[in-house]
């Protein structure tokens, strides 16, 4: 039995419009790192990266956070994702330290200016 309460498409890439408007929004933001939440019906959500060193880590507010997931009937399919504009590829010792409980996670990493997938 799963007991992460991920969804049921975790762990695919995005793909078609999801994956066209991911990669818009990473590529308008960079190089700062983009932040935000992908939802089972593949809509993208932005959310305000407030870090200081923005380019090379993220940090989202508790409350813009609890917002967005307050929204959603079915947040536990929610995804939370962030970029790496400098195309490193996978979560780095940061990004496991900031992970979400009962959230799926995925790094999205800019190769060749396409899109490289790596949950975690």
Known sequence: MDTMWSPSWAGLPPEGKTHD????????????????????????????????HPEDTFEVSKAELLEHLSEE??????VFW?????????PSRTDMTQ?????????????????VYTYY
Do not use: C, M, Y
């Open 21 to 52: 408007e991911l990669k818009l929004v990473i590529l308008r933001e960079r190089p700062r790192e983009a932040v935000g939440l992908l939802t089972d019906d593949g809509r993208v959500i932005l959310l305000t990266n407030q870090a200081k």
């Open 82 to 90: 962030h970029s790496h504009p400098g195309g490193g590829i996978g």
């Open 99 to 115: 992970k979400i409980p009962f959230l799926e996670h995925l790094v999205v990493s800019i190769v060749d200016d396409d899109l």
């Open 73 to 78: 009937p079915n947040w536990r399919n929610l």
